[in-house]
């Protein structure tokens, strides 16, 4: 009988002077060095063992020259999605992406026009703003519902949006920042709206791989065909995983004709080689990584119900959103009564921590922080301790 392993998410890394955004930009970002850095979504435990010599074998055969996704990349793919989520994905039907952010861009420029209405929830990803705006496309919001930091989405709203012409919709599923995981009633009702009024949704799925807490995630285009036809589903192992920096990702897209358009947008770019390495890690990746994310899930789930709890305990009249998925927790501070620039430079210069700042996701991001959990218990005690302190001195 083989042993399973045990993965060390308490093992501190120090990352600094490796490039990192989140470790080594504090400087130009936050204006000083002096903060514990809890922002950028990526984490800060170690790639898995399988993944990295995955990378290791690969790089020692000493050319690195054009490559090609052989089939079997694609069945790899496919298989995890049957695997983890339920989900019957043909490999034919898979695309590639370096990014799902450059997808979110490749498919805005790939199905609509400039001056097309296309809708996002904030607050969101702020990427999402970007990716319409820097485009020429309308930007249309449809603001999710806050109550008492539980959201849900304005659907009467967002059919209004639909009826006045919107073609398209950039769904986050799950919600980044907020942490929700969309249920099926919600799920059925969206797509239910987007058939009556043909839109597209570009639904990136990046974080469905990290539900916590016995959540299961509901790939949108999993409900029916029909809703299939429409929706192109972006996913990756950036996240789940730690490989953002090798830049791959997968988009299924069950249409044909879809998925035609969108391999001419990416080729026009000539962008649809990708990384080699990222190909490597993808594979190992969504072939055996199973129990490491089992590990790491657990250890996620540790890490939110102890900040959840001592927030609690400690700050009553702060709110976190209930962290069903994703590793960034959303924490409401309006009790502070601060203004924007107040709580941005309290957060920095008080307690001492980088975190991204609510209004960065658009509306109803007023008030409020995010904060990167996917870090040793050690370094989460201690940003939890500076943010509380922070608190209390302010008050005295
Ligand atoms: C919802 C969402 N989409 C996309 C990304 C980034 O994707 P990529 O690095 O593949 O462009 C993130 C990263 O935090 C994210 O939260």
Redesign the pocket.
């Known amino acids: 009988m083989g042993t399973i392993m045990q993965y060390d998410f308490d093992k501190i890394i120090d990352r600094r002077g490796t490039d990192s955004v989140k470790h080594d930009l504090l400087h130009p970002v936050f204006g000083t060095e002096n903060v514990l850095p809890m922002w ?3 984490m800060d435990f170690e790639v898995p063992d399988f993944i990295c010599s995955a990378i290791r074998k690969r790089a020692d055969h000493p050319v690195y020259g054009y490559t090609f996704r052989p089939r079997r990349f694609y069945e790899i793919i496919a298989d995890w999605m049957g695997r983890r989520h339920q989900w019957d994905v043909d490999p034919d039907r898979i695309s590639f ?8 861009n490749l498919s805005v420029l790939a199905f609509t026009k400039p001056g097309d209405r296309i809708v996002i929830q904030p607050p ?2 702020f ?2 703003f970007s990716a319409i705006r820097d485009h020429d496309r309308e930007l249309v919001t449809n603001n999710l519902v806050n109550s008492g930091g539980t959201y849900s989405m304005n659907l009467n709203h967002l059919e209004d949006l639909f009826r006045e012409g919107a073609r398209m919709m950039l769904f ?1 599923h799950p ?3 907020v942490g929700k995981v969309w249920q099926r009633h919600e799920l059925e009702k969206l797509a239910e709206l987007c058939i009556r009024y043909d839109v597209l949704v570009i639904s ?1 799925e ?2 469905s791989d990290l539900l916590l807490f016995g959540n299961s995630h509901i790939p949108f285009a999993s409900l029916d065909e029909a809703i299939a036809a429409r929706t192109i589903t ?1 996913i ?1 192992p ?2 789940t995983f730690n490989l ?1 920096g090798l ?3 997968a988009l299924i897209i069950p249409e044909p004709s879809l998925k035609v358009r969108y391999e001419q947008m990416l080729d026009r770019m000539h962008i649809g080689g990708g990384n080699l390495f990222g190909m490597v890690a993808m594979e190992a990746a969504y072939t055996f990584g199973e129990e490491w994310l089992t590990q790491l899930i657990h250890y996620l789930e540790k890490n939110a119900l102890y900040l959840v709890d001592i927030l609690g305990k400690e700050l009553p009249d702060l709110i976190v959103s209930p962290i069903e998925a ?1 590793y ?1 927790a959303w924490l409401d501070l309006s009790f502070l009564n601060m203004d924007d620039e107040g709580l941005k430079k309290f957060i920095i210069e008080k307690a001492r921590l980088g975190l991204n700042d609510g209004p960065m996701f658009g509306p109803g991001g007023e008030g409020h922080q995010r904060i990167n959990i996917a870090v040793p218990r050690k370094i989460l005690e201690e940003a939890a301790s500076r943010l509380v302190r922070a608190v209390k001195d302010s008050y005295i």
């Open positions: 950028v979504a990526d992406s370096p990014g799902i952010v450059p997808a979110l969101v990803y990427p999402f986050c919600h980044n920042p990136d990046i974080h972006c990756a950036s996240k953002a830049h791959s990702s994703t960034l």
